[in-house]
């Protein structure tokens, strides 16, 4: 149980185009889900905090204008990175969280390598 | 000072050895422990959850957390090569507007 799935794995984009990272949690129901960005060989750091069917929580210095989060529905979970930079390029990876009691119980998806040229 | 510090390694060690990773925090807040592996290019599985002080076992894996001096520990018995991986220790202060904080994660090799 507790399977959360990225899509696509790997992408690879001109600089000024739009990319959509997709997060679902496959066998429950996420009310929560997370976002964060990691530098190679660097912790992650969280962007943000998606909530069904509410504007998403950004952190500190991430631009909500660029960094587009949509969760629409208890399964899904969107990133649009619009006009994408060479220093966009990073690994993207996705969290869901089970149940609204155990807050730190997150389970994270594969994770979503850009590179944008 | 970071909230948590990790020691980056890298730490290799032969095939069946103890292992012991470690992260030292300056949030007394934090409540909640957990132990992350994420193997190269894929995104971090849990491994332990714990509450408090105190020490939770879960097969070969052990993980220790002692508030009083803001340490927490994860030990790994008979250490095997497809333990080869980053290993992240996280806490949080526990409620829900409460941020999970990750260390920068340890890299460990297990050679056979």
């Known amino acids: 149980g507790a399977v959360v799935s990225q899509h696509p794995s790997w992408v690879i984009c001109k600089s000024g185009t739009s990319v959509k990272i997709e997060c679902r949690s496959l066998?429950?129901?996420?009310?929560?889900m997370f976002w964060y960005r990691q530098f190679p060989k660097q912790s992650l750091m969280l962007m943000a905090t998606?909530?069904?069917?509410?504007?998403?929580?950004?952190e500190q210095g991430v631009e909500k204008d660029k960094f587009l989060i949509n969760h629409a529905s208890l399964t899904l979970s969107t990133l649009t990175v619009t006009s994408a930079h060479p220093e966009d390029s990073s690994f993207y990876i996705c969290?869901?969280?089970?149940?609204?009691?155990?807050?730190?119980?997150?389970?994270f998806g594969p994770g979503t390598r850009l590179t944008v040229l | 000072q970071k909230e948590v510090e990790q020691d980056p390694g890298p730490l290799s060690v032969p095939e069946g050895a103890i292992v012991s990773l470690n992260c030292t925090y300056s949030?007394?807040?934090?409540?909640?422990f957990m132990w992350y592996r994420q193997y190269s290019r894929k995104g971090p599985e849990l491994l332990m959850y714990?509450?408090?002080?105190g020490n939770k076992e879960d097969g070969r894996f052990t993980a220790q957390v002692d508030k009083s001096s803001k340490y927490i520990s994860l030990f790994i018995r008979d250490s095997q090569p497809s333990d080869s991986a980053t290993y992240l220790c996280?806490?949080?202060?526990?409620?829900?507007?409460?941020?999970?904080?990750f260390g920068s994660g340890t890299r460990l090799s297990i050679r056979p």
């Open positions: 998606s909530n069904e069917g509410s504007k998403a929580t950004y």
């Open positions: 969290s869901a969280r089970t149940r609204q009691d155990r807050y730190n119980e997150q389970f």
């Open positions: 066998d429950f129901q996420a009310t929560t």
């Open positions: 949030n007394s807040a934090f409540q909640y």
């Open positions: 996280a806490m949080s202060a526990g409620s829900s507007a409460s941020k999970i904080i």
């Open positions: 714990t509450y408090s002080s």
